[in-house]
């Protein structure tokens, strides 16, 4: 019989253009360098075939995740750089229980859809805190809002006026957790309050159960009522937020009057 000619091995250069192929082919954006600096690099320290694929594929990997990471931080539109890395345990060392505060920065109380209330005093570090978690949440995958208790009801009572409610309540369905801070530091203006505390009612309600909620609060909540001039409906809205909640308490000293009482003490007299 005739023998069959074996197929031609493809050339180093023709391999190396299909492979280019195939990664435009993926929308991977792997360069002709990229491949070269891979190949040499495995040659070199005689990778495994997995640790030349790896080479190859995982900086661009690490980039396009940064970048991910990076865009939900933008869009989490935090108020400041919070990380817990920059927190001062000290200062309050008794009233916060700092390895309560890195297991919630494991975000696990996202994957469950748990909340989170913190009450105390303005100063003491619970926006601090829980931004920092927020942004661990960026970091883990998850999306994230931040916003206050009062910048939430202008949005929706401006939803309300332009008739894009509907549309503005499911924008906040969109993140997994959702911080709401200052909830109860400014009083709600008399005439919105009864459509102010519906409002508030409908953001909590469509994430129970579903989505994560942090609400950051001043005030206990046997005060709700009055914050939200309606105490029915604070009453359900309390009820959404507390079911399934971690609630912690912090009775700490205010940072910002600590630091004003030590820029008006006297200076010490010279001994």
Avoid at 221 to 239: E, I, N, Q, R, T
Avoid at 258 to 266: G, I, L
Wanted: hydrophobic share 40%.
């Amino acid at each position: 019989g005739t023998m069959t000619k074996r197929p031609e091995k493809p050339s180093n250069e023709e391999l190396h253009d299909r492979i280019l192929g195939h990664f435009a082919v993926l929308c991977v954006p792997v360069k002709g360098e990229d491949i070269d600096a891979a190949v040499t690099q495995a040659e070199r320290h005689r990778l495994s075939h997995l640790e030349f694929l790896e080479s190859l594929i995982g900086a661009q990997a690490n980039r396009r995740r940064e970048r991910a990471i990076e865009r939900r931080i933008h869009e989490a539109r935090f108020s400041a750089v919070r990380l817990l890395e920059t927190f001062d345990w000290e200062f309050n060392r008794r009233a916060i229980d700092r390895t309560q505060m890195e297991a919630l920065a494991t975000c696990d109380f996202v994957r469950r859809r748990e909340n989170i209330v913190v009450i105390g005093q303005s100063g003491v570090g619970k926006s601090h805190l829980m931004q920092a978690i927020g942004r661990r949440g960026c970091v883990l995958g998850y999306r994230v809002r931040y916003i206050t208790s009062a910048a939430l009801l202008q949005d929706l009572i401006a939803g309300l006026a332009d008739k894009t409610l509907p549309q503005r309540l499911r924008r906040y369905d969109r993140y997994e957790l959702l911080i709401i801070d200052e909830f109860g530091l400014d009083k709600i203006e008399r005439q919105e309050s009864p459509v102010a505390s519906s409002l508030m009612y409908k953001v909590i309600d469509a994430r129970r159960c579903k989505l994560s909620t942090i609400v950051i609060t001043n005030i206990d909540f046997d005060a709700w009522g009055s914050y939200l001039g309606d105490p029915p409906l604070a009453m359900a809205v309390l009820d959404r937020v507390v079911d399934n909640a971690t609630v912690i308490k912090i009775n700490g000293r205010s940072y910002p009057s600590a630091k004003a009482k030590r820029a008006s003490a006297p200076p010490a007299a010279e001994k």
